[in-house]
């Protein structure tokens, strides 16, 4: 069931807390059937769950995706993984980022498949994998163009050379880059990165003797633009989660979730009222005021103070005075008939309006990304088919 068709009564919902995520994997499985069908049905695809699956939970978000047929997961940390295993998800799990030593047993424990960036990593997961009595399959991630962690293309050689004779019990299963600008307005760069991954993934295959099973850099950006990045899996992520604000082709991605809280006061305030920490705002004429139940603490930005806004009832209701940590205040205009309950929106839509987490992010001065991702973890997630 899509935002917009979703009402909400007390009544009805008996289990709505005071703040709520509302995920609608409905959405998100929408959008992964899009993703296939760009793709095709032979090539893989791994769907990153990293940052709690951008703030949709990384459980449920997982679970579905095994559903409808996704490859692997993909995780930041190794501890992301062992959330997944413990939930009982067995898809292969990749940590996309750089994993310290101290932390390698633990992956290769839970079955998680690991990116290596140096010959020094290399040779400390050998270590573990000697410790433990295992063998553990790899991808190599390589420096084409992100400037964050990665072999230099030239070394490719070097470190199949050095995986050969010096970690016998690691296998290169795949190779991996990164894009960092397929969706800006100029692919050249991109394109770029593309051949110079190219070459890289050919000089180890060339000294491996035989091709790899799993060679990936294209996300959200380049699965909807580089087709050329596609390669044998891709690992789209914000598209996932209907975030995508890039070009693409024309293709609208449904949105993942509703960000929800609930009026749990309502005041009449005379004009010449302040409202708030430090008294930034003052009533410009009788109104009525409402505190939400949710502030920073919950992720609603303290930089909404005074300017953002939220919907009840159908209406656009302005912030007024600071975001407070667990509660914000809202006028709700002279007319007001709101009542402690209601539901007000703050991602998602109330009747025919609706406020986006890219109007969050252009207001914050950010990307969408992080607007999903900074809902807290404290707000109960909850899902709908």
């Known amino acids: 069931m ?35 069908r760009i793709i095709g049905p ?30 692997w997961l993909g995780v930041a940390t190794v501890a992301e993984g062992e959330e997944l295993r413990a939930a009982g998800l067995r898809l292969p799990i990749l940590v996309l980022c750089p994993t310290l030593p101290d932390a390698q047993e633990a992956a290769l424990a839970a079955g998680l498949t690991l990116t290596l960036s140096s010959q020094d990593q290399a040779a400390s997961l050998q270590g573990a994998c000697r ?13 084409t163009g992100m400037g964050r962690s990665g072999l230099p293309v030239a ?21 991996c880059t990164h894009l960092p600008a397929s969706d800006g307005p100029d692919l050249a760069y991109t394109g770029e990165q593309v051949r110079r991954f190219r070459a890289a993934v050919a000089q ?22 580089v087709p050329e990045a ?57 109104t009525v005021i409402g505190t939400l139940g949710c ?34 205040m809202v006028d709700l205009g002279p007319d007001s008939q709101d009542l402690p309950g209601d539901v007000a929106v703050l991602i998602g839509r109330s009747g025919g309006l609706e406020i986006t987490a890219q109007e969050w992010a252009e207001s914050l001065g950010t990307i969408t990304y992080e607007v999903a991702c900074q809902i807290s973890a404290r707000v109960d997630r909850v899902y709908e088919p």
């Open 155 to 175: 070394e490719a050689a070097a470190m199949a050379g050095f995986l050969a004779s010096q970690c016998p019990d690691l296998g290169i299963q795949g190779a």
């Open 2 to 36: 899509g935002p917009e068709k979703i009402f909400f009564h007390l009544e009805s919902n008996p289990m709505f807390h005071q703040t709520q995520v509302r995920v609608h994997l409905g959405n998100i499985r929408d959008n992964l059937e899009t993703l296939r």
């Open 131 to 143: 410790k433990l009595g295992r063998s553990a399959q790899v991808h190599l991630e390589f420096e």
């Open 295 to 328: 502030g920073y603490a919950e992720g609603f930005n303290r930089l909404f103070s005074n300017r953002g806004r939220v919907l009840v009832n159908g209406r656009a209701c302005p912030v007024v005075g600071r975001v407070c940590m667990n509660q914000t």
């Open 204 to 225: 180890l295959e060339g000294s491996l003797g035989r091709p790899l099973e799993l060679v990936h850099c294209a996300n959200s950006g380049g699965v909807l633009r």
């Open 42 to 71: 032979d090539r893989r695809m791994l769907v990153p769950v990293k940052g709690n699956a951008y703030g949709h939970g990384a459980v449920a978000v997982g679970q579905l995706a095994a559903e409808c047929g996704v490859d």
């Open 230 to 286: 596609w390669l044998t899996m891709v690992r789209p992520g914000i598209a996932v989660y209907g975030l995508y604000t890039g070009p693409g082709a024309g293709i609208a991605f449904k949105h993942g979730l509703s960000f929800l809280t609930r009026l749990v006061f309502v005041r009449p305030a005379a004009a010449g009222e302040t409202v708030g920490y430090g008294r930034t705002w003052t009533a410009p004429r009788d």
